[in-house]
């Protein structure tokens, strides 16, 4: 096993991570959250956005509302089920069309089948606040909509065992570069371990198929000491490896704002992807129901990672040392599999108490 660092100065708290408030270009950085939740309905949720944030509440259907012209932009609120919005919103037109005698009465029912499948999906699939990018020294503004939305009484990732809700968080790329992609994609490949203890990612979305890590096969390719691929090279080394954007750490958004026609040519037109020159963190709880439980704890964990993918020294180190680890089957049985953990631990500290 690696010898523990002492020269590096790798243990750095959360208050003196360099984050990056600008891009390379010298444009201000933004960040989004996306927030999965049950228990307070999507126009009470709107409600109180408007009194946090200004703006005006409107709905779309029953399963989509928006909160337009806030201090920030636009909330979106909405069921986080496609199927569910498209069958609202279609018979929501249909319904809009009929007039008088049998077409009242078919317009009715139409209305009880909306309520019927709001209901139903309101038990299944979470309800969504995806709130507008913010300026990262605007972060602890939203953590006003956190605290409302405990007050509330609202439901997260472990209040019952079928809400495998989660937190995801969309920053601004610093920098649109296949190096800085890929040394973000290194980062988070050797900080998983880590990362998934500080976040304390519950089993019931462990088990579910949206926050895979990157395979192993993938790791040894892009830790590879002589991969250096570019923009297009990289993109499809990622498809070939991650052919679902259901990764910790997706990709997709940001490769389709660099390069749309490769990544729907090898994903599909019918993929959900949203362009956008940001990241994709998918890891995080949401732990709306403990009062303890903030917005900015996950960011700062996110932090750690952009932390390494800038440090190049440390980088390198970091990823000399998983190079070497051993990785013989003997190992692997006598524990090899927590060795890294071990080694991390060693190096960085405990994120969940050092970056919390």
């Known amino acids: 096993m690696p010898t523990r660092d002492n020269t590096s100065g790798d243990k750095t708290p959360a208050a003196a991570l360099d984050v990056g408030y600008k891009t390379d270009k010298g444009a201000e950085r933004l960040v989004g959250f996306e927030i999965e939740y049950a228990g307070v309905p999507l126009k009470r949720a709107a409600d109180i956005i408007q009194s946090l944030y200004g703006g005006s509440v409107k709905q779309h259907s ?16 909405e069921i986080d089920a496609e199927p569910v919005k498209r069958f609202v919103s279609e018979t929501a037109e249909r319904a809009a069309s009929l007039e008088g005698g049998i077409d009242d009465l078919y317009r009715k029912t139409l209305d009880a089948a909306d309520d019927i499948v709001t209901a139903i999906s309101e ?16 972060i602890d503004a939203l953590e006003d909509l956190r605290r409302a939305l ?47 203890e500080a976040h304390d990612v519950d089993f019931s979305r462990r088990i579910a198929p949206f926050i895979e890590p990157y395979s192993d096969e993938y790791a040894e390719l892009i830790l590879a000491d002589d991969y250096a691929p570019d923009l297009e090279a990289l993109i499809r ?49 949401c732990e709306l129901s403990r009062s303890d439980w903030t917005l900015t704890q996950e960011w700062h964990r996110w932090c750690v990672l952009e932390d390494l993918a800038r440090d190049k020294d440390k980088l390198a180190r970091l990823t000399k040392a998983w190079r070497d680890r051993p990785t013989d089957w003997l190992s692997q049985m006598a524990g090899g599999g927590l060795a890294w953990q071990r080694v991390l631990r060693d190096r960085l500290g405990n994120l969940g108490e050092a970056y919390g």
């Not at 989509?64 to 920030?72: L, Q």
């Open 123 to 138: 038990k299944v699939a979470p309800f969504e606040i995806i709130a507008p990018p913010v300026s990262i020294k605007d």
């Open 237 to 285: 080394d990622y498809h070939t490896h991650n052919p679902s954007r259901n990764r910790a750490l997706d990709m997709l958004p940001v490769f389709t704002h660099l390069d749309e026609d490769l990544v729907r040519s090898l994903y599909g037109e019918e993929e959900k992807i949203n362009a956008r020159p940001t990241y994709h963190y998918r890891l995080p709880n």
């Open 62 to 77: 029953k399963a989509e509302w928006s909160v337009e012209d806030t201090r920030f932009g636009a909330f979106r609120l």
């Open 150 to 196: 405990f007050h509330e009484n609202a439901k997260g990732t472990r209040s019952s065992f079928h809400h495998a809700f989660g937190v995801h968080i969309n920053p601004d790329a610093v920098s649109l570069k296949a190096s800085s992609l890929l040394a973000h994609m290194q980062a988070f490949t050797l900080l998983f371990p880590l990362l998934k």
